[in-house]
């Protein structure tokens, strides 16, 4: 068998993991409970490949001043900011199992959702989604921010669990994807369905546990109208079903995809846990009223978990009530779109039919082989945060992965398997 042979038989049997893999809502905990690196010290977990204080642009920052007022480490955004350049140790979300949108700074004290892939048996975090305004992720870290953290640990977290708990045998996640996808979602930028479907599983049992009415009503009411809730779970369960991926250990599909604000890093099957790096796009698309292209921050988030599994801007077409929200045209620019993207994948997911797509199944395996051959590179739709610590977001779009990234992880490839490339 040729390299390109064995390649692409490995690439298969990854893809059979991607598309044969069972995501279940399992828990809700603290970080700190089942992420042992969180109590070793004062440590926080952030998004994208590694980074340290000083090269974190602002909205990373910003979230790491709210997450050392949550903790209790400073009182002040001067004394937290002092201790997180001299004391705090930084990890990536993505060396611990789990993920974080935006900024994606987790503490031991933050509630973090667990899903458990069935079919592998390994698991992956995920902080919950704190609804729109002012909001860690985003930067945003003032009393109001880290009052919900708590109400989402203390409250929140726990009665989503005893939902769960109560469950036969935990939530199973790609029914609630499948139908969502033929309702309009694409699971990065659009949640509307899948979060809908989420709340019609969780609201009964939590309607019937033993609170008192008005917390019960603030959870009730926060589920109803976080629609975009369901991104985190969404974000855990690819998390959980892309390392599953991983354990096949050869080819060339791409397992992993995420953003520090500085730069891109990407993984490969073939390639064990090596992050291939270049420096991120800013993400273009529509500003909130007052703002523009120069108030952006630069690409950031392990978000973008979501397009490695084949949705979000991958899915393009799936949405197209959100193209017009993240500046992407109208229906014919996303058919392009996930038409474009087809070209740079394996195949298509089964699973995940999509009728605006005549019902083909969303897009499976990012090969960096047809990423380089072609030109072509993952599209992301993401919002975009303030480049400036605290101001939240400004707007929302797409972006596109740099070439470089891939560029790299061929080379990489062709080492391993000792061919030589000019």
């Not at 991983?246 to 995420?258: D, K, L, N």
């Not at 291939?276 to 630069?298: H, I, M």
Request: with cysteine; charged share 20%.
């Amino acid at each position: 068998m040729n390299h390109a042979a064995a390649i692409d038989a490995a690439n298969a049997k990854v893809v059979e993991k991607i598309t044969t893999a069972q995501p279940v809502l399992v828990d809700v905990v603290r970080a700190g409970d089942v992420i042992p690196e969180l109590t070793e010290g004062k440590v926080l977990l952030h998004a994208g490949p590694p980074i340290a204080w000083d090269e974190m642009t602002g909205p990373m920052q910003g979230s790491c001043v709210g997450a050392a007022l949550f903790e209790g480490w400073a009182t002040t955004e001067d004394e937290a900011r002092a201790l997180l350049a001299s004391e705090v140790r930084f990890v990536p979300c993505h060396h611990v199992g789990a993920v974080g949108p935006m900024g994606g700074i987790t503490s031991a004290g933050m509630a973090v959702l667990v899903v458990e892939e069935r079919g592998n048996g390994n698991r992956a975090y995920c902080t919950m989604n704190e609804g729109i305004g002012k909001v860690l992720r985003f930067g945003a870290y003032d009393a109001e921010v880290v009052e919900r953290l708590h109400w989402m640990a203390d409250d929140l977290g726990p009665a989503i669990a005893a939902a769960v708990a109560g469950m036969e045998d935990g939530l199973p996640l790609l029914p609630l994807v499948a139908r969502a996808i033929t309702m309009g979602d694409e699971f990065h930028q659009r949640n509307i369905a899948a979060s809908a479907l989420l709340f019609t599983k969780l609201a009964g049992p939590i309607a019937a546990q033993d609170l008192e009415p008005a917390r019960k009503e603030r959870i009730l009411t926060f589920l109803a109208d976080t629609d975009q809730f369901f991104l985190n779970v969404m974000m855990a369960a690819c998390k959980a079903i892309m390392d599953s991926a991983r354990t096949i250990q050869e080819g060339s599909v791409v397992t992993a995809m995420t953003r520090n604000g500085k730069n891109f890093g990407i993984r490969v099957a073939g390639l064990g846990d090596q992050w291939f790096e270049a420096p991120v796009n800013t993400p273009e698309g529509l500003f909130f009223t007052g703002f523009s292209q120069d108030d952006a921050n630069p690409d950031i988030g392990d978000s973008a978990i979501t397009e490695a599994f084949g949705v979000g801007g991958m899915a393009m077409i799936a949405a197209p009530g959100v193209t017009r929200f993240v500046g992407a045209g109208g229906f014919g620019d996303a058919l392009a779109v996930s038409n474009d993207m087809l070209e740079i994948v394996t195949g298509h997911n089964p699973g995940l039919p999509i009728p605006t797509w005549d019902f083909q199944g969303a897009c499976v395996g990012i090969d960096v082989r047809k990423v380089v051959a072609t030109g072509i590179t993952p599209i992301i739709n993401t919002g975009i945060a303030h480049k400036v610590a605290g101001k939240g977001q400004v707007g929302a779009g797409t972006v596109r992965a740099p070439l470089a990234c891939f560029e790299q992880a061929l080379e990489a490839l062709a080492a391993t398997y000792g061919v030589e490339v000019d």
